[in-house]
């Protein structure tokens, strides 16, 4: 888990406002998470969540003071776009974002909870799957659906992921997982706030890509 305990999200004020700066600082991190995947078919995912950040960090570094928050970025971007908003600007890469970032967060907890293909142990397709099924499916397709079945094919087994997580070092399963779950506290919570964020301003948008 040295990958991602390399930089750990902060932990959330009373009012649930995250900080753009060390959002920023702490996500730059978890692109390395989708090579531990193995598959190359997850390096459209990979650079879509490197893409967004990009997006966001220019947009705070044209004025941090402005931007000091996410919520602000997305209140000020809404009185500048108007009706364009939310399907524009650093909003939009957010959006986006979030959902990759969901994406990882049920996938670790479930490796966390111990979830298990009964029949095949040590593959984590089942994790995948469910990640994949409640974070970015409604989001694609039929064509990315169908690459992303693919692969499944070619997913790491558990030992070999949780060994990549790991920055290859030899790491008790129950160490790698007490350390996931330690990440995932903070990273869970930060992640729910960018939902309620965009659900209390109707930010959301369900086209397909």
């Known amino acids: 888990m040295a990958l991602l305990l ?6 959330l004020p009373d009012t649930n406002e995250i900080a753009t700066k060390t959002f920023l600082e702490s996500v730059a991190h978890l692109p390395p998470f989708f090579d531990c995947l193995g598959s190359k078919v997850f390096a ?5 969540i490197n893409g967004n950040i990009t997006k966001i960090k220019a947009v705070y570094d ?3 003071v402005k931007y000091e928050t996410l919520q602000q970025i997305l209140l000020i971007e809404k009185s500048i776009y108007g009706s364009e908003w939310p399907k524009v600007g650093a909003t939009l890469a957010l959006m986006w974002l979030k959902r990759g970032l969901r994406f990882i967060q049920i996938l670790l907890q479930s490796l966390a ?3 298990r293909d009964e029949d095949n142990p040590n593959l984590i397709r ?3 799957t469910k990640a994949y099924d409640q974070a970015l499916k409604r989001y694609h397709g039929w064509i990315v659906q169908k690459v992303f079945k693919a692969a499944l094919f070619a997913a790491p087994c558990r030992s070999d992921f949780l060994k990549a997580l790991s920055k290859d070092q030899e790491v008790a399963e129950e160490d790698c997982l ?3 779950r330690q990440f995932l506290i903070n990273f869970t919570a930060t992640v729910d706030a ?3 964020m965009y659900s209390i301003m ?3 948008l369900d086209y397909l890509v």
């Open 202 to 204: 109707n930010a959301e």
């Open 126 to 128: 089942i994790n995948i």
């Open 194 to 196: 960018i939902y309620d």
């Open 62 to 64: 044209s004025d941090p």
């Open 6 to 11: 390399d930089q750990q999200f902060a932990p």
């Open 44 to 48: 459209p995912i990979k650079a879509d």
């Open 178 to 180: 007490a350390k996931m």
């Open 113 to 115: 909870d111990g979830e």
